[in-house]
């Protein structure tokens, strides 16, 4: 439940990278929001709809994921 992700792709990076698609790690979004209106630099960029893909599917796959947590992360990676 690894997707690679490419710094040739994504301005962002340094080098190429992995997502794990394995497991959630849980943030308030009042935390998110806090963090980036203190912090605008902290918002690098956006992955690519291949990389976005590849997540989606590989969420999907995850065994380790509940599914109604599978589906809010693949409707927000969908919209």
């Known amino acids: 439940c690894q997707v690679s992700i490419d710094a040739g792709s994504h ?5 190429d990278s992995h997502v794990d698609c394995n497991q959630i790690w ?3 979004r009042e ?3 806090h ?3 203190e912090n605008l630099a902290g918002i ?3 992955i690519s709809e291949e990389v976005r893909s590849q997540i989606i599917a ?3 796959f995850a065994k380790t994921i509940e599914t109604d947590k599978k589906n809010r992360i693949i409707a927000a990676l969908d919209s």
Request: hydrophobic share 45%; charged share 30%.
């Open 11 to 15: 301005h962002f990076l340094d080098y």
């Open 44 to 46: 690098q960029g956006e």
């Open 58 to 60: 590989a969420v999907k």
């Open 31 to 33: 935390e998110v929001i």
């Open 26 to 28: 849980s943030i308030k």
């Open 35 to 37: 963090e980036l209106m």
